[in-house]
């Protein structure tokens, strides 16, 4: 396909900065707004493509915002990878969620109505279909979401205005759930608290640490972060959607002791001590965790993941090792 032009809101954030990264691989433009700068990590990630990526500063909930940094560009795609979805829902985090997951949306939504761009992704999440034990062995895009709390529920509206604003603006949505995922620049920004074992345990690795693992019986749907960016890419570039919401992940449910056993495939020499007191929030029993049916993408565009635990590892470790990034934090 031609070169598309495309904004990336969240473009600072974990999935943001490897969306950034794999559109301007594939060759095309990229402006990254994010209401934090970019630091020295960003650029150094995207350096061999630093002439097709401008980084922004500002606040998607400024029209002064988005309308600068769209200024003088020809913007044909807008991605909102601005999320939030905090464990703990109060008063307070509920606000929040509402301005970050909806009201964000909503002004990014207005900036693709003025400038009739072709698609408008925004990324949605697999907590839309909430906690479902053993009533379906897996969700597809035609289950009722049943999200649990008002939290989640932000998402499921993101989605609907997402639709509504396309329709009346006459520009193409598509609404993508995603499920959690590790992979490089994963990092406490003070935006992303809730990091993942993925970025703990290759810390751990370069840093020539042992890896403390806990009950290795549960699990969770999880993806590696080039997956997911190539997913939305591909979702981007194709001609036309015949849908306009897509699960995106891998396949699969890992549980820790095959998320262990991939772990040590792709480093040999680390050292893993089980131990009881290790305690994971994200990580259920199968009965109570929701797996994505990932079929529509496939079927329509032909998308899959590459990545399995073992080669996601090994990937992740020979970044970390060569970019050089070795700091890490408790993962959940």
Partial sequence: MSPMTVLIAGGAGFIGINLVKTFAERGHEVISLDIRPADELHTRFVKQWAGQVTFAQGDALRKQDLDKAAAGRKITHIINSITDNAAKEDAATLRTMLEVNVMAKVSLLELATRLQVKRFLSVSSINVYGYRPQAYEFLNEEVTPAPTGAVHSTNILGEQITRRYGELGKFETVNVRMSSTYGPMERDSGFKSALSIGQEWTGKVVNGEPVQVGNRAVGLQWSY??????????????????????????????????????????????????DPSVKYARWKPRSLCPVMDVNRIFTDIGFAPRFDLASGFKDLIEWRESFPYKAYGPGR
């Fill in 225 to 274: 972060a080039k997956d997911i960016a190539a997913g939305m890419v591909a979702l981007m570039e194709a001609p036309g959607l015949a849908h306009d919401t897509y699960n995106l992940a891998t396949p699969r449910w890992w549980t820790i002791g095959e998320a262990v056993a991939g772990l040590q495939a792709a480093r040999p020499s680390v050292k893993i001590v089980d």
